[in-house]
């Protein structure tokens, strides 16, 4: 995750790969098939990505495939932290020179590009992807991605300060929840570390939840929203997410529209709150001010229905795909490669090890001490089946800023929850497609 997420979305400021998409898919040059080929037995697997974070650990790990294969050999590309990926992509395609390998974000960007990318239904891995996992990159029952990583949120929580407090059991209904934040303010303990300064905390890990509950519910909600069949203001669910809100601020820090990203890490990475709705990229910046801070994640729990209060919010950032048109010798290299990066010693303690990813495969065991006990916790989640998607990435294209604008005039008491379900159905409304 970037560090102080770039006053961006998460599913875009975590992999700059998501970018590759936004812009890059047009009737110009996308149909071309690659210009050169691999000779005889020799493959060459043209990848495109764009974190740049991961761009050495790639290299070492794709050389390490090579000397095991040495028939394959790879030439990546990486454009991303800041640049613009979606452009160079694109001219990739214009140019005839599309790679074999590249990345999509899944939801909106499948649909944009799935006629470029090829099936993966009857790949290996997919028997061992969380089912989760699979779909942002699922569409009309075919496979069409292999997901990168797994990233995920709730409340953090400090175990040492809940202890004081003397919970002992977690909460995992709103109640609990409730109660827990009075016994943390009897101690003279402030409960949240509220950061509503970022509209991104609001608008889309905050709204994600109600949207992920109605969506456990009504799986025809987003699509009724666009085809003006539903309307948020008359779902419970946002509502119930109103109560959760009146509840942080009540038992949070003081000025939380004036609280940004790094200034609410380092009040819970200081032990001066007991949560924090954030994910688990924070834990390099609490690792840095307080290392070995005793952590672990609640949900963010709507309601009084454990079953469907004790969740995470989890979900795949982005997704590696294979380009249809591809010559076939370099599209079966590329989806051996994908699988053996997966399923292999070697390429399962790189994802973990090196690139501190959370496997979104359950095949793939990776300890706390390589992700953090965050990332272990959403691994532990996501074994359980306890987790809801992200569905903040398939809002309409800039709704996200308006809602964030929106619910922060209602943390002001500048807007009832009323005119503020209102306000969020009119944005809808106005730029859905």
């Known amino acids: 995750m970037v560090k102080n997420m770039k006053k961006f979305s998460l599913a875009a400021g975590v992999l700059s790969a998501s970018l590759l998409f936004t812009a890059a898919c047009s009737s110009d040059g996308a ?37 095991e294969h040495p028939n394959v050999t790879f030439n990546i590309e990486t454009v991303g932290g800041g640049a613009d990926g979606g452009a160079a992509l694109k001219a990739k395609f214009a140019s005839n020179k599309a790679p074999d390998i590249f990345t999509s ?32 990159m699922t569409l009309d029952g075919k496979v069409l991605g292999q997901p ?33 934040a009075k016994k943390l303010k009897a101690k003279g303990i402030t409960t949240f570390s509220v950061g509503y300064g970022e509209w991104w905390v ?40 109103f109560k959760l809100l009146d509840l942080t601020i009540k038992y949070g820090n003081k000025n939380p ?28 910046m609490i690792d840095k001010i307080t290392p070995n801070m005793d952590v672990g994640f609640i949900p963010m729990a709507l309601n ?3 079953k469907e209060a004790d969740k995470l919010m989890a979900d795949v950032p982005s997704n590696w795909v294979v380009y249809n048109k591809a010559p076939e010798a370099d599209k079966k290299a590329a989806k051996d490669f994908l699988n053996w990066m997966v399923s292999s010693k070697e390429g ?14 359950k095949n793939i065991d990776a300890k ?47 807007k009832s929850e009323k005119e503020t379900l209102e306000a969020l159905d009119a944005t809808w409304n106005k730029l859905k497609k």
């Open 257 to 284: 529209l004036t609280t940004d990203y790094n200034t609410q890490v380092t009040l819970f990475a200081s032990g001066d709150a007991a949560m924090i709705q954030q994910g688990n990229w924070i834990q390099p």
């Open 348 to 361: 399962k303690e790189a994802l973990t090890k090196e690139f501190k990813y959370i496997p979104a495969f």
């Open 202 to 241: 609001l608008a889309n890990h905050g709204l994600n939840v109600p949207l992920a509950y109605q969506e456990s519910a009504d799986k025809n909600f987003i699509n009724g929203l666009n085809e003006g069949k539903s309307k948020i203001a008359d779902s419970k669910y946002f509502d119930d997410y």
């Open 368 to 414: 706390a001490e390589d992700i953090g006990p965050l990332g272990a916790e959403i691994q532990k989640y996501s074994k359980e089946g306890k987790t809801y998607t992200w569905q903040f990435m398939k809002y309409p294209d800039g709704a996200g800023q308006e809602f964030g604008s929106a619910l922060q005039a209602y943390v002001g008491k500048k």
């Open 31 to 67: 149909s071309g098939d690659k210009a050169s080929g691999s000779k005889g037995d020799k493959v060459v697997i043209d990848m495109f990505q764009g974190k740049v974070e991961i761009a050495d650990q790639l290299k070492a790990l794709t050389d390490q495939y090579t000397k």
């Open 105 to 136: 974000s899944g939801y909106q960007d499948a649909v944009t590009w799935k006629d470029k990318l090829e099936d993966l239904s009857d790949q290996p891995w997919v028997k061992n992807a969380y089912p989760n996992a699979l779909k942002p």
């Open 304 to 306: 009084n229905n454990e």
């Open 148 to 180: 990168v990583n797994l990233e995920g949120y709730g409340f953090a929580y400090n175990k040492e300060l809940f202890k004081k407090a003397g919970i002992t059991k977690l909460p995992t209904t709103f109640s609990e929840l409730e109660a827990a």
